[in-house]
């Protein structure tokens, strides 16, 4: 069955830099969640999107902005990296709401050196 | 204090033994997740709960509404069992407990 595929798995940026990370959700879910996890920390809720509107939004920094696409793909923009931003970037997906099918990626390592 | 919070934090055990590991929270929810973390891996849904008990091969999920309360069960445990366990839940936003670190030795 098809799952939440995310790229790229791995990225390296340097600070102050810019970096796109893409989620392609579960054929026919409408709703996308992103999330970043730092080394040895809980998962962090930044924004969702559910029919390619803003639906929720989290500890999502300034510097980072996010769409879903008419085909329900997202995509985390991140501008003026920082070395805090290093972390693991996780994308969720869900068909109307986060109780039905709600289904993680594999996950973005984002390294910032 | 934590909205979600697990025990135990840490688990050691040796291949075969029976598993427990808790959730509670302090708020209503409308459903609750049972995720399982490798470690530098992915994060796989392996239960979502809204009421009573769910079995999956080795696993089994209860969750009681009333008292606030879920448990997730691995029978003959393994040793790829090994893995951060997060229980995660939803009221007007996802909340994640902090992860039980589950070690199983052969």
């Known amino acids: 069955a098809a799952g939440v595929i995310q790229s790229p798995r791995h990225l390296i940026k340097e600070k102050r830099e810019t970096a796109t990370l893409k989620c392609y959700p579960i054929?026919?879910?409408?709703?996308v969640y992103w999330y970043q996890q730092g080394p040895g920390q809980d998962p962090q809720f930044l924004i969702s999107f559910y029919e390619k509107m803003q639906s929720d939004k989290g500890s999502i920094p300034d510097r980072f902005s996010a769409q879903q696409f008419s085909d329900y793909h997202s995509e985390l923009n991140m501008s003026s990296l920082e070395l805090g931003d290093s972390a693991l970037y996780f994308c969720a997906s869900s068909f109307g709401s986060w109780d039905y099918g709600y289904t993680f990626g594999s996950g973005t390592r984002l390294t910032v050196v | 204090k934590n909205e979600v919070e697990q025990s135990p934090q840490n688990l050691t055990a040796q291949e075969g033994e029976f598993i427990t590991i808790n959730c509670s929270y302090s708020?209503?929810?409308?459903?609750l997740h049972w995720l399982q973390q490798h470690p530098g891996g992915g994060i796989v849904s392996l239960f979502m709960?809204?009421?009573g008990k769910k079995k999956h091969g080795r696993l089994i999920a209860t969750i009681n509404i009333q008292e606030k309360h879920s448990s997730l069960h691995i029978t003959a445990s393994h040793p790829r069992d090994s893995a951060v366990y997060i229980c995660a839940v939803r009221y007007d936003k996802v909340i994640f407990g902090p992860g039980t670190s589950l070690s199983v030795i052969p």
């Open positions: 709960l809204s009421s």
């Open positions: 054929p026919r879910h409408d709703t």
């Open positions: 708020v209503g929810i409308s459903a």
